[in-house]
């Protein structure tokens, strides 16, 4: 059951094979088989997982069943929930039963699908590894020393090792697509606005985007027909169709012009991770595209743009965080400044804290100009770099991160090394467009990936040409041993 | 760029953060290393570029003025961690 596409356990479900909760009740079987060793769900929802297969599986006796109807997934721990705990990894919100639903959860619900649990994640998403968790480390299926990613490196984690399908991912800088590369999996940010951010816990709200992250581009475009779509709630949400994803997967890849750009491929990749993608470049070649090498010479402002952006940002979000309304009150505050101080020094981690710091001094008086002025007027120079790039080619391509699965603790020391892991991925949410990682083959046993960039709402342009990869390839669909 | 214990404190301070004395050498430290990345923003020349506030230069988004919320004030408080007569509680603020 657990190796097949959404498209075929779809079928299977509604021609009577097997039950949604036969099914549903065969993946909580394999999270407590396995859970305790990848620790990749914070909370499992055995019960309304259950509950909701039995309604699917009514649904499709009656066929008013839709196609994703009775399939479980796995939500990142970012998504509120109602009625069950929304931590995002952080003590702050372990006592955090969310009182609604996120959009994302909403729409996943109306379509039927069926929630194992919440998955594993770095504290308020802000990580490269998933070690900044309060829950713990999540490992890498592929390497139980190894990091899976992050900050979605939990979801990453549960679809790999097949305890969920699918799942759901936010990426601010990379969070999606680097633990899907670390993890072997498809993952796509979509354009910034193109899926709602209501009820996403917000981390640095003009970089945070939801996405798929699935076995497959064709998973993917299924769970993206449901995820994206405009939404009032959401004041960034943009007013524009969304077409069917699965409709144009097998368009013909002839006349694709990719750009590889130079600076992708500078010092820091590691030789074998650069010789996987060159690979898999050449495939593309023979898939009917052209390749050109083109140039973002702003690349290196990325990562220093990024880190006054998203702590700016993240700061100034993580302020509703008091102890007054929800989450992680101190014991006996002696008066209001003690109650905020030590219920936020308490709750927060160490990262976050460097973050929120960081980002309180870039906004402080005096510092705006040189900081978050300035990273903003980076964050235009890096976007026109790309809007060049995309007068001469369709789509950019190139590694999504700079190594593959690192060993857990190498980075917990250096700030600044872990932060250099998104080299590849910042630029994009930067700029606000859509990105891809997709499996391009192995190196000494650990999943490299390969990123593709599209211009703005190129998702379904994307999804095709990771699908024809995928026709022709069969690295997505390797899974690791202990997990089969 | 460095940062020393009084920025630490003052910046914990803006940031409503208590943090251990003992990690405040840790702080300086790693904050120091991160405005020394972000000071290569400053290789840049930014002359005349627009700040970029929005990916898609996109403007708020205005709704009519309508009640679209229900009241649900029990609901909210009953994650509250102190609430009493439908207020949240929080230490005496004013004699």
Known sequence: MHNKSLSELSASLHNGEFSSVELTQHYLDRINAHNETLNAFITVTDDSALKQAHVADQLLQQNKAGKLAGIPLAHKDIFCTQGVRTSCASKMLDNFIAPYNATVVEKINAAGMVTLGKTNMDEFAMGSSNETSFYGEVKNPWDTNRVPGGSSGGSAAAVAARLAPIATGTDTGGSIRQPASLCNLTGLKPTYGRISRYGMIAFASSLDQAGPMANSAEDAAMLLNEMAGFDDRDSTSVERDVPDYTETLNDSLDGLKIGLPKEYFGEGLDPDVAATIEAAVKMYESLGATIKEISLPNTGLAVPTYYVVAPAECSSNLSRMDGVRFGHRCDDPKDLLDLYQRSRGEGFGEEVKRRIMTGTYALSAGYYDAYYLKAQQCRRLISDDFQQAFNDVDVIMGPTAPTTAFNLGDKTDDPVAMYLADIYTISTNLAGLPGMSIPAGFVDGLPVGLQIIGNYFDEARLLNIAHRYQQATDWHQQTPAGFK | ?95
């Open chain 2, 1 to 95: 760029m460095s940062l020393n214990k009084t920025d630490i404190e003052k910046i914990a301070h803006l940031a409503r953060l208590a943090i251990n004395e003992a990690d405040i050498p840790d702080y300086a430290r790693d904050l120091s290393n991160i405005f020394n990345l972000v000071e290569q923003m400053s290789a840049a020349d930014t002359t005349d570029i627009t700040p970029m506030a929005h990916p898609l230069d996109a403007h708020q988004r205005l709704r009519q003025d309508v009640i679209t919320e229900t009241d649900q004030r029990k609901l909210f408080q009953s994650i509250a961690p102190k609430t009493e007569a439908g207020v949240y509680l929080v230490p005496q603020v004013i004699e």
